[in-house]
C-alpha cells in the first residue's frame, strides 16, 4: 500500500529541483540534492505504469542482478564503490546494509535493497515522492531526468524532440533465476573460484559431450525476435549467452561458464565446463545464474538450461527477458557536468546518459545532484579529479568520440595513465585505484561546502 505524506510548509514552499526517475540514478540524484539543502519533487511513474522489466512498486529496483560486482581494487568498479561509500551515497549505504555473501563480489538483497531506499527517499523531509508518469519535461525549474534506459514512449518521444536526434539504443537481457530448494547438490557444490570468498557460488559441472549438446541446443534454440523497425545491438557487457554460443563452440568455456579454480571435489579435477548461479537474496532461497542473460523463448528455457547437471529439476522463480535500452548520445548532447548543452535547466542521470550498470548510475546520480544543487544555490561545482573513479566516467561521457560513442562500465582503461617506472598489471591498478582514492579526497571537501 502506497503512503502519503503530509507535505511540509517548508518544503511547499521552497523552489524545487524535479527528478524524473526513481531508479538507482534519479533516488541518489534527489538525495544528494535534498542533502544539500535543497527541496526535490521525485517522480516515478510505477505501480501506474511498468516498463517491460520491472515488477515491484519500490523505488531503485534491481532488474537483471543482485550483483554490484567486484569489491577488491584490482577492479575499477571495486574502486568507484569506494568513493562512493567515501562520499556517502545513499546508495552505497544500502547496498552495505543488504549485503548477501558473493565472494569476492558485492551483491545485495533485491528486495530489501529497494526496501531500504524506498523508506529512506519516503521520509526525508525535503523529497516529495510524486507516484505519477511524466510525458513531457517541465517548463520551468531545474530537472533531472534519470528516466532509465527504459524510458517510456511518450518522454522518449519527448527526448527525441529535444536532443534532435534519434537516440542510439541497444538490448540487454535479465538472467534467470532458480529457487534454491531445486539445485541437486548430490552434482552441484559450492565454491568459489581458487577458494576465494569461500563457498558462496553454486557449481555445475559439465564434462565435453554435455557442454556441446548444450552449446548446440542454444544455438538451435527458438528465440524471442525483435520488432521488425528495430536493428538488434548487444552491449558486449551483457551479451545473450545464446549470442555467446552464436560466436563459437568454445566461446562460452572461455567466458561465463570457464572452469579453471573449480575443482569438482568429486574427482579433484577441473570440469570441461561450470555454471555458476549466485546467492540472490538474504535468505540464500534464490540463486541467479551468473552470466546468463538470455532472450530464449520461456519454454527454451526451461527445457535447456533443466540439461545441465545439477539443474535437471531447477524451478525458475525467474525466466530471462530482453528489453530496449535507450540512451543519449552523451559527447553531443551533454556538457562533462551531466548538464544538456541547449538548456542549462537540463541534467541528466543513470544509464540513459551512456554509462552502464548499476554502480555506474548510482554515481551519475550522485553527481547530477549536487551538480543540479550548486546550481540551484549559484554555487560553481568542480568536477571530480580525472584520476577518479567519478572524474574517468565524466570524461568518457563527455569526450568520447561521438561517432564511435556506446555504454560502458567503469575500468582502468578510462583512467589516465601511471607515470614512472612500468608495473605489473596487478599492482598498476592497485596503484590506480590509490592515486583515485587520494584524488578524491580533496574534491569531495570542496563539493561538501554546499551541504548545509
Known amino acids: 500500500m502506497l503512503r502519503r505524506r ?3 510548509s517548508n518544503l511547499s514552499s ?3 529541483i524535479t527528478v524524473i526517475g526513481a531508479g538507482l540514478a534519479g533516488c541518489e540524484a534527489a538525495w544528494q540534492a535534498a542533502r544539500a539543502g535543497c527541496a526535490v519533487t521525485l517522480f516515478e511513474m510505477k505501480p501506474q505504469r511498468f516498463s517491460e522489466a520491472h515488477q515491484s512498486p519500490g523505488l531503485a529496483e534491481l532488474v537483471c542482478s543482485n550483483s554490484l560486482r567486484g569489491a577488491g581494487m584490482n577492479n575499477a568498479v571495486g574502486c ?3 568513493e562512493l561509500r567515501r562520499c556517502g551515497t545513499l546508495f552505497m549505504e544500502a547496498a552495505d546494509a543488504t549485503a548477501v555473501p558473493a565472494g569476492g563480489a558485492l551483491a545485495v538483497d533485491r528486495e530489501g535493497f529497494s526496501a531500504y531506499i524506498t523508506e529512506r527517499i519516503e521520509n526525508h523531509p525535503l523529497i516529495e515522492l510524486q507516484r505519477q ?5 517541465p517548463a520551468e525549474g531545474l530537472i533531472i531526468i534519470a528516466s532509465g534506459p527504459l524510458t517510456s514512449a511518450p518522454l522518449s518521444a519527448e527526448l527525441a524532440r529535444l536532443t534532435g536526434s534519434e537516440h542510439l539504443y541497444f538490448y540487454d537481457a535479465i538472467a534467470p533465476i532458480i529457487e534454491a530448494d531445486s539445485i541437486d547438490f548430490s552434482t552441484a557444490w559450492r565454491a568459489s573460484r581458487y577458494g576465494r570468498g569461500g563457498d558462496d557460488y553454486v557449481n555445475c559441472p559439465l564434462n565435453r559431450d554435455q557442454y556441446m549438446a548444450f552449446v548446440a541446443a ?6 524471442v525476435p525483435g520488432r521488425d523497425f528495430e536493428k ?5 557487457g551483457c551479451m545473450p549467452v545464446e549470442e555467446m554460443a552464436a560466436r563459437g563452440e568454445l566461446t562460452l568455456a572461455f567466458g561465463p561458464m570457464k572452469p579453471v579454480g573449480l575443482p569438482d571435489p568429486r574427482t579433484g579435477r577441473n570440469p570441461f565446463a561450470v555454471l555458476q548461479l549466485r546467492q540472490d537474496n538474504l535468505h540464500a532461497t534464490l540463486y541467479n545464474m551468473v552470466g546468463f542473460q538470455t532472450k530464449l523463448t520461456y519454454p527454451e528455457q526451461r527445457r535447456i538450461f533443466r540439461t545441465i547437471p545439477g539443474l535437471q ?3 525458475f522463480a525467474r525466466l530471462g527477458s530482453m528489453h530496449r535500452n535507450t540512451f543519449l548520445n552523451a559527447p553531443r548532447c551533454l556538457h562533462n557536468g551531466l548538464q544538456f548543452k541547449h538548456d542549462p535547466r537540463l541534467f541528466f542521470a543513470g544509464q540513459i546518459t551512456g554509462v552502464e550498470g548499476y554502480v555506474e548510475s548510482a554515481a551519475t546520480g550522485l553527481l547530477a545532484g549536487l551538480c543540479a544543487a550548486g546550481q540551484h544555490k549559484d554555487q560553481e561545482q568542480p568536477l571530480p579529479p580525472a584520476t577518479t573513479a567519478l572524474g574517468a566516467l565524466l570524461h568518457h561521457l563527455a569526450a568520447s568520440s561521438p561517432e564511435e560513442f556506446q555504454p560502458m562500465n567503469v575500468n582502468y582503461g578510462l583512467f589516465p595513465p601511471l607515470q614512472g617506472a612500468r608495473m605489473k598489471r596487478s599492482e598498476r591498478r592497485l596503484a590506480m585505484a590509490e592515486r583515485a582514492l587520494t584524488d578524491i579526497v580533496p574534491w569531495w571537501q570542496k563539493m561538501s ?4
Open 218 to 223: 542454444l544455438k538451435a534454440a527458438d528465440k
Open 313 to 315: 529439476q531447477a524451478r
Open 80 to 82: 568507484l564503490k569506494e
Open 14 to 16: 521552497t523552489p524545487k
Open 449 to 452: 561546502a554546499i551541504l548545509p
Open 133 to 137: 508518469e511524466l510525458t513531457e519535461i
Open 6 to 8: 503530509h507535505k511540509d
Open 232 to 236: 538488434i545491438i548487444h552491449f558486449e
